[in-house]
Every structure is written in C-alpha cells, then in structure tokens.
C-alpha cells in the first residue's frame, strides 16, 4: 500500500487558520471543513490531522502521525526528541509574565513568594532560577489569564501575542521570558517512502516561504548604472537585463528581500532607476 504522510495541525487557535493556508499555499488541495477531525489532500499521498496543539507532539512521538506545525513554546516547554525542520514566519509570539493592572510589581524579583499561574510551569521555573526568585507555579492547562481574577494566583505567566487577551483581563505585561514562532516538526525518520514524501513536502514549504519573504522587480535604468544595480539587486545569481528600445537604456529584472525592501528602493532611485514594478512571488525554488 502507498504510504500517507499524517501532518498534525491545530484545531483552533492563534496557528489554525494560517497553518492550513500555508498548506494550501504548498498546492495541497484539501478540503477544510473542520467538522472532521482529519482530511486527506486530493492530489498528495497527506493526510491532516486536527488536534489540539499541545497534544501534536506527542501524537508524532507516539507514532499518530509523522510531521506537525506548533509554535516553538510547546517544544520549548517539553524535553521531547523531535526535530524541528523549519521555521514558518508565523503565529509569532512572546511568553511573559503579566500581573494585574494596576499593581505594584515592577520587576520579577517583587514576586518573590506569590503564586504564578501558568501552562509552561518547566520554562518558567528556569526563568525564576535565573532570576533568583522563588514563587510557586500553579500549573493550569488553558484559560491561564483568568487565574488572578478568581483568587488563584497574583500572576500568570502565558503566550501573548496581540496583547488583546491580557488586556481585557486586566492584565499588564512584566517581563518578557522568550520569543517563539510557529515551525514544521517532526521525529527522525526511517522509512524511505516517507522519507522520499516528507522531502516534497519541505520543498514546498521552503519554496512558499522564500516567495513569502521576496519580491519581484523590474525597473528601467540607464545602462551606465547597471553595474551598481547589479550589486545592489543581485538575485539569486545576477539580474536580467534587457534592452529597450531607447538606446542606453535597459530593463532590468531581479528578486529583493521583503525586508530591505524600503531600503533598496530609495537607493535604486538614487542610482538614476525609472518606473519600478514590484511583484508579489507566489513560489521560489533555489
Ligand atoms: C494563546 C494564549 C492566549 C492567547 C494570546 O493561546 O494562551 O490565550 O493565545 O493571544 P493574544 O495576545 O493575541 O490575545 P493559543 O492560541 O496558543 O491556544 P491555547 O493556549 O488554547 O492552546
Ligand atoms: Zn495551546
């Protein structure tokens, strides 16, 4: 029988919606009704599982499935053998410590002796160490931001993102513990045909996120500043350059990095550049 690579995902949650996208975006065609807790993608042997995104890896240890996409925190958090193949650029996030807003703690060192309400009691336990601050951690498994409020803790220690639900818990931020974003998982891996799928698959990822972080652009400059458009836009190797039909001028084709965009553009002005075309990259395969 032909192998299924089983890929976990998050059910709901701040990863549900653009995990599934980047899939997607990958060209597997998968029907995402999530009143089914599994999917099978038409045109690839893979299989989704919707779960709950701190049980995915024990689901890939446990052999339920092979790959996952979790935040960094939930590997951060539980010493398991797993790999981590890549890095997705989303579900960004911090975990900190927050307390009641207002209140007088300043700094972690005030929390010395109170009760921290948290889902990741082993991080936060290092952090104190670190800090030399000893408070009791009460380990809750969601709703963390509640736990002041009802009396069970002075602070909580959980994932912030927009900040809108320690806002409206009535919460500030104290401290920042660590950053973390979403990434592909998985356990080292042997069998050859899974091997072979699991391969594609990193192909397409990689390729859908270097589109994701590049942009295409195409300008017109005179040909005297080629050599330092060249060097300023290299591309993967070299820009295209095509003539046009006014002499000593050319067309010039290149790919430039979503985060130097700004940056690059001001100086290609400068450099004499005329009439730039930037263009969104829906897959780059090096
Ligand atoms: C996290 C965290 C907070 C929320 C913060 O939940 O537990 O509840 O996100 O996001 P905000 O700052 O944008 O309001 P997550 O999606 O990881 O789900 P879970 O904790 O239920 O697993
Ligand atoms: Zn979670």
Same mark, same amino acid.
């Given at each position: 029988m032909l192998k299924v690579l089983r890929c976990a995902v998050q059910k709901s949650g701040r990863l549900a919606e653009e995990s599934v996208r980047l899939l997607k975006d990958c060209g597997f065609d998968l029907e995402t009704d999530r009143s089914s807790l599994k999917t099978s993608a038409r045109n690839f042997p893979l299989q989704i599982l919707f779960l709950r995104d701190d049980d995915i890896p024990t689901y890939i240890k446990d052999d339920a499935a092979d790959i996952g996409i979790v935040g960094e925190n939930i590997l951060a958090e539980r010493n398991l053998d797993l790999q981590v193949y890549e890095k997705l650029g989303f579900g960004r996030c911090r975990l900190s410590i927050a307390v009641p807003n207002p209140s007088n703690y300043k700094s972690v060192g005030d929390l010395e002796g109170v009760r921290i309400a948290s889902s990741y009691p082993r991080i936060l336990q290092r952090f =104190?160490?670190?800090?030399?601050?000893?408070?009791?951690? %009460?380990? =809750?498994?969601?709703? +963390?931001?509640?736990?002041?409020?009802?009396?069970? !803790?002075?602070?909580?220690?959980?994932? +912030?993102?927009?900040? !809108?639900?320690?806002?409206?818990?009535?919460?500030?931020? =104290?401290?920042?513990?660590?950053? %973390?974003?979403?990434?592909?998982?998985?356990?080292?891996?042997?069998?050859?045909?899974? =091997?072979e799928l699991l391969a594609k698959l990193r192909l397409r990822v990689t390729a859908v996120r270097r589109g994701r972080c590049s942009r295409y652009i195409m300008l017109n400059a005179p040909n005297s500043a080629i050599p330092e458009i060249s060097k300023l836009i290299p591309g993967e190797k070299s820009p295209s350059v095509l003539p046009l039909a006014d002499t000593g001028w050319s067309s010039i084709h290149s790919v430039v990095n979503e985060n130097d965009f700004w940056g690059v553009i001001e100086k290609l002005k400068n450099l004499g550049a005329e009439g730039i075309l930037v263009l969104p990259i829906g897959k780059m395969v090096a």
């Open positions: =104190l160490d670190q800090k030399r601050t000893t408070a009791s951690i %009460y380990e =809750l498994s969601g709703s +963390v931001e509640i736990a002041p409020s009802i009396g069970l !803790s002075e602070a909580i220690c959980d994932l +912030v993102s927009s900040g !809108s639900t320690i806002a409206s818990n009535g919460l500030r931020e =104290l401290e920042i513990i660590a950053h %973390y974003e979403a990434c592909l998982i998985g356990k080292p891996e042997s069998d050859p045909e899974l =091997l």
